[in-house]
């Protein structure tokens, strides 16, 4: 976020540094910029903002906070290492190691902490109305997304919307009265009128908004009323308005209004070289210039890097996923076609040193898995797309654009929210045509959306977005999110702690495509595959204690309202 972080940021966000919920509302604040001191004018606003995005971007600056979204069908994580709690929440078991849910819920809070005071403060400083809005609409939109990333993960809340001293006494809010005030957020940033389209820094860069815009904030509605419509409010009235606040972006991109839309081609939305691109409508900035492993840094680049290729493994493919995801040029993107090894050669991810069946010793690449490439970018320049046949890049820190919203899930939500409120679903057919059409080299799979009724349309739907997003821990709806609406978690367990000693991949050719230098390239087996995970699931299914993750101990300690 280099044109976000202003000279100022720094010193804003000094104002608001705490170390938990409750800790900044108890400091003597003798000697410090307060609220009872600050916000007097635009230049202070300013620091508030850009201090909101300080703390925007520390939420998703490593891989801590996205440990929990392990849970879904798409990604675990390698074995060993510091990876307990990773494998912990991919096991649905209490972890040993809480540093998910420390970074998950602390970091949250500190976004609302900032936001608070915006809200609470920014109308002292004598503001124009457009100005006064903007921030507003910012602090409003961050309050309501953190607060709906962490009902997803915790279930009922302490919430404080006024950064009161609570002697760590706040009681839980329920699921259902955190949604209200998301929504009630949400609905004050819409009231906000925000731009469409910024036009200058810090606002926006190459053309792109950074900021929130309105469309950003009608997408997030609609995300926000699909969630209230499935598990655990089961409100089924609200895809209906879920619906229709995708369908109000949707038209916004038709007419020209939102200038959104989709890539032509599925390997530019990862691209470094494109790193700012309108299919985004909703993303976080990072800036390496920093010197590295600070929050300004998206410590992102070997994460989903294997283990066995000098990578990290924090978020590594479950070979199910991989196996049941379409083929076509999505897939060529999402996934490293071949591994290119320390040697130089390129190898099948299931290739054995010994050329037997896979015995849990002969891997060639020792996690035996593919391997997820978003953040994974070519060594030298990046201008283009990931190639997988040249050496990646062995840096940690990279200011590649962590992307929340694109525009391929908002057409995904409309279609699928349409089809549960058996609204018409001509459009929404349409919507999932289009996604569809840049996924799949196989045609028929997109002429085959004419023929589905309203009940397939809707599980087609919901399943697409999986693959948009499948691996991608950093989205605003991961697959986690989606498999946790539709109450799907426990399908995810059982397949865990079953035997896993299934036959997953066929003999004979798996997909066929063409590589990055336009030739062809196909999977093959010469033999039945077995798969067996190293770690087994052993803990046992607890329903909502399973499907939510504990509490952070640290805060149980301090809070004791913190219980199930």
Known sequence: MKNIILS?????????????????LTEDPKGKLTPDNFYSNQNEIDMAVNALYFKVQSYQCNSNPMILHCQGDDVTSTTGSNKAAYLSADAYETPTDTKGLEDGWRRMYQIILVA??????????????????????????WRAYSYFTLVRLFGPLPMNLNNEPDNNATPLTSVENVYKQILDDLENAEKCNLPAKYDKSPQAINGQNLYVSQQAVKATLAAVYMSMAGYPLNKTEYYAEAAKKAKE?????????????????????????????FETLLGIDYNTTTGGWSDFDSQ?????QLS?????????????????YPDGPRKDAVFAKQLLTSQGVLVDWWATQDGEPYNGKNAVVSDYRPMFVAFTVNDGP????????????????????????????????????????NMDITEAKSALKQVRERAYADKSKVSEVDNMNAEQLAEAAYMEHGYEVGGYVLAMVTRRSDEFRMNRLKENYDYRSGSQSLVLVPKGTLTSSMDSQGKAFTYTLKEDLVLSENMPVTASWNNESSIYHNYPPKEVEKNPNLKR
Request: proline fraction near 2%.
């Open 8 to 24: 100022g940021c720094l010193m804003a966000a000094s104002i608001f540094m705490f170390s938990s919920c409750s800790d900044f």
């Open 116 to 141: 608070n005071d915006i809200i609470n403060n920014a109308s002292k400083a004598g503001l124009s109305q457009e100005n006064l809005n903007q921030a507003m609409g910012q602090a409003y939109y």
């Open 249 to 277: 972006v949707i038209d916004g991109v038709n007419n020209g209004t939102y200038n959104h839309g989709l890539l032509e081609k599925w390997e530019e939305v990862y691209s470094y070289g494109n790193n700012h691109h």
């Open 300 to 304: 992102f680049s070997s994460c989903h």
């Open 308 to 324: 066995g290729l000098k990578g990290w493994g924090d978020f590594i493919p479950e070979r199910k996923f991989w196996l049941s």
């Open 382 to 421: 990046a201008a283009a797309p990931y190639d997988y046949t040249k050496p990646f890049w062995g840096g940690m820190c990279i200011n590649k654009r962590h992307q929340l919203i694109r525009y391929s899930e908002v057409l995904l939500w409309y279609a699928e929210s349409a089809a549960r409120a």
